[in-house]
């Protein structure tokens, strides 16, 4: 039961991180790959209609990991509650730049939502990455279970790492080449001519960033996500647009994957010393727990699942960048 918990939490993760990330390269993006009012609108109507569903992961994942792994959540909440925080804040930011920006109609309006739905999804990427290169690396864990530091100190220095940094770049890396390869499978016209010439110039350096978290690490799964990535460069290459998108998807996937089982039966690794560190086992909650979580999770995430694949299916159609002459 433990085993099953752990890998829906992961695939929770997995998809979040893949659903979102091509949302926040998007909106990374819109600004620079938009040349006109009517380009940049064209841009946020590939996500519009999936951004908020996408975030329903987001709850599902932290929703599994304190029902499920509650030594885990607690753990990893008290050292990294000022990410968490700034992330929630950066969402806030980011919904209202996505749902205001049509409510006024004024050209530097809207540049203003765009501009803060770039700085705003950057920063979450950027954080979100550090927290995934937080978690390879492990924390401060001392005997009792708990990150030792008071105050500020059990944030900010995780976020200091060289792991935290090296996360930072490649999760930007990878939200930036998910954002282009999803706009140029998404629209048409110059939108999509410039995000697929994007992400066949952003494909390398996402796979040498990999492969130099693979060969740190030794995760075979890092590895594989560096040859995806470098396979998605060359089907950008070739205007394949559907295949390039699915390979960085399932390069962001791997990578996923990699960080929440780089240590094996390690959840979170203690940096002071291995025994303190906390197992699947050691994290889990009560059988009782897990098998009312059995049954909420048979309930409700078979219908998620079948309503967000209709809704990608209903609005599948490309958004049309160019002008269309009336």
């Given at each position: 039961?433990?085993?099953?918990?752990?890998?829906?939490?992961?695939?929770?993760?997995?998809?979040?991180?893949?659903?979102?990330?091509?949302?926040?390269?998007?909106?990374?993006?819109?600004?620079?790959?938009?040349?006109?009012?009517?380009?940049?609108?064209?841009?946020?109507?590939?996500?519009?209609?999936?951004?908020?569903?996408?975030?329903?992961?987001?709850?599902?994942?932290?929703?599994?990991?304190?029902?499920?792994?509650?030594?885990?959540?607690?753990?990893?909440?008290?050292?990294?509650?000022?990410?968490?925080?700034?992330?929630?804040?950066?969402?806030?930011?980011?919904?209202?730049?996505?749902?205001?920006?049509?409510?006024?109609?004024?050209?530097?309006?809207?540049?203003?939502?765009?501009?803060?739905?770039?700085?705003?999804?950057?920063?979450?990427?950027l954080l979100w990455g550090a927290t995934l290169g937080i978690l390879?690396?492990?924390?401060?864990?001392?005997?009792n279970g708990e990150v030792t530091g008071t105050g500020l100190e059990?944030?900010?220095?995780?976020?200091?790492?060289?792991?935290?940094?090296?996360?930072?770049?490649?999760?930007?890396?990878?939200?930036?080449?998910?954002?282009?390869?999803?706009?140029?499978?998404?629209?048409?016209?110059?939108?999509?001519?410039?995000?697929?010439?994007?992400?066949?110039?952003?494909?390398?350096?996402?796979?040498?960033?990999?492969?130099?978290?693979?060969?740190?690490?030794?995760?075979?799964?890092?590895?594989?996500?560096?040859?995806?990535t470098f396979v998605a460069g060359l089907q950008a290459r070739r205007?394949?647009?559907?295949?390039?998108?699915?390979?960085?998807?399932?390069?962001?996937?791997?990578?996923?994957?990699?960080?929440?089982?780089?240590?094996?039966?390690?959840?979170?690794?203690?940096?002071?010393?291995?025994?303190?560190?906390?197992?699947?086992?050691?994290?889990?909650?009560?059988?009782?727990?897990?098998?009312?979580?059995?049954?909420?999770?048979?309930?409700?995430?078979?219908?998620?699942?079948?309503?967000?694949?209709?809704?990608?299916?209903?609005?599948?159609?490309?958004?049309?960048?160019?002008?269309?002459?009336?």
């Open positions: 039961m433990i085993d099953i918990w752990f890998a829906v939490l992961v695939l929770a993760w997995v998809l979040y991180f893949v659903l979102e990330g091509f949302d926040f390269g998007v909106g990374i993006l819109g600004p620079f790959l938009g040349r006109s009012p009517h380009e940049r609108g064209a841009i946020i109507r590939t996500v519009g209609p999936f951004w908020d569903g996408n975030e329903v992961w987001l709850v599902a994942a932290i929703g599994v990991t304190f029902a499920a792994f509650p030594d885990w959540y607690a753990a990893l909440l008290s050292a990294l509650y000022l990410p968490m925080v700034l992330i929630l804040l950066l969402l806030a930011v980011r919904g209202v730049a996505l749902e205001f920006r049509g409510k006024h109609d004024s050209a530097a309006w809207r540049r203003r939502c765009d501009g803060l739905l770039s700085l705003s999804s950057a920063g979450i990427v390879v690396d492990g924390l401060a864990l001392g005997a059990r944030s900010l220095a995780p976020l200091a790492s060289p792991a935290a940094g090296l996360g930072a770049l490649a999760a930007f890396a990878a939200a930036i080449l998910l954002g282009a390869t999803f706009l140029a499978l998404r629209t048409t016209g110059p939108v999509r001519r410039r995000a697929r010439d994007l992400g066949r110039h952003t494909a390398t350096a996402a796979a040498v960033t990999l492969l130099l978290i693979g060969i740190g690490t030794g995760s075979r799964l890092t590895l594989a996500a560096a040859a995806l205007s394949r647009e559907v295949t390039a998108f699915a390979a960085v998807a399932a390069a962001v996937a791997g990578a996923v994957v990699a960080v929440f089982t780089v240590h094996g039966d390690v959840v979170l690794r203690s940096t002071l010393d291995p025994a303190w560190s906390l197992t699947r086992t050691g994290a889990a909650a009560g059988p009782e727990a897990l098998e009312l979580l059995t049954v909420a999770g048979v309930l409700i995430l078979p219908g998620v699942l079948v309503y967000q694949a209709w809704s990608y299916w209903v609005f599948r159609r490309r958004v049309a960048s160019e002008r269309v002459p009336s």
